[in-house]
T-cell receptor, first 116, second 114 residues
């Protein structure tokens, strides 16, 4: 069985600062994928970034980067130069490439607030 | 733009009165999912379709049913809504066989039960 753990229920960051949102995972699969989604208060789930278990380099997408440490089973999201519009719930999720098929396992989320 | 569209955005129904939520997609993705998300919780998968093959999660109540008449449309039917079914319902799609592709979500339908 897969499990995603996000230990920070809430985080605060000042505008223009960087912030790291933690995510650890547990799986017996050798091949898997890790995703981060953003969910504003309006409710839509917005895909941010993906990391495959065999990817040797950390994924980056604009101001988002993923600090992937496979041996530690962690996939932390780093947001650089935070903006007020980054205030939202952030979910880490894992997708099994074998066995679990197309299903995602979500963590419990981290509520991020960006302050002036 | 290709997208996933959920209607309505907000739905109010009475206790015990059947309700249907709809989802359509222009992405031509094989796989469609329905999630239930309660306040401050992670989305919980109810079921998903791989083409026309229906896959129910073991803990999804019988009260929840789904239909997928074609590739583009998928419906969530709640036969006798209870107060505990008030939640956000999210539809998502993904291409089959592409494990590195994200699930694309609609904006969700917020269901309230009176």
């Amino acid at each position: 069985a897969q499990k995603i753990t996000q230990t920070q229920p809430g985080m605060f960051v000042q505008e223009k600062e960087a912030v790291t949102l933690d995510c650890t995972y547990d799986t017996s699969d050798q091949s898997y994928g890790l995703f981060w989604y953003k969910q504003p208060s309006s409710g839509e789930m917005i895909f941010l970034i993906y990391q495959g278990s065999y990817d040797e380099q950390n994924a980056t997408e604009g101001r988002y980067s993923l600090n992937f440490q496979k041996a530690r089973k962690s996939a932390n999201l780093v947001i650089s130069a935070s903006q007020l519009g980054d205030s939202a719930m952030y979910f880490c999720a894992m997708r099994a490439i074998t066995g679990g098929g197309n299903k995602l396992t979500f963590g419990t989320g981290t509520q991020l607030k960006v302050e002036l | 733009d290709a997208m996933v569209i959920q209607n309505p955005r907000y739905q109010v129904t009475q206790f015990g009165k059947p309700v249907t939520l709809s989802c359509s997609q222009t992405l031509n993705h094989n796989v469609m999912y329905w999630y239930q998300q309660k306040s401050s919780q992670a989305p919980k998968l109810l079921f998903h379709y791989y083409d026309k093959d229906f896959n129910n999660e073991a803990d999804t109540p019988d009260n929840f049913q789904s239909r997928r008449p074609n590739t583009s449309f998928c419906f969530l039917d709640i036969r006798s809504p209870g107060l505990g079914d008030a939640a956000m319902y999210l539809c998502a799609t993904t291409p089959s066989g592409s494990s590195n592709q994200p699930q694309h979500f609609g904006d969700g339908t917020r269901l309230s039960i009176l």
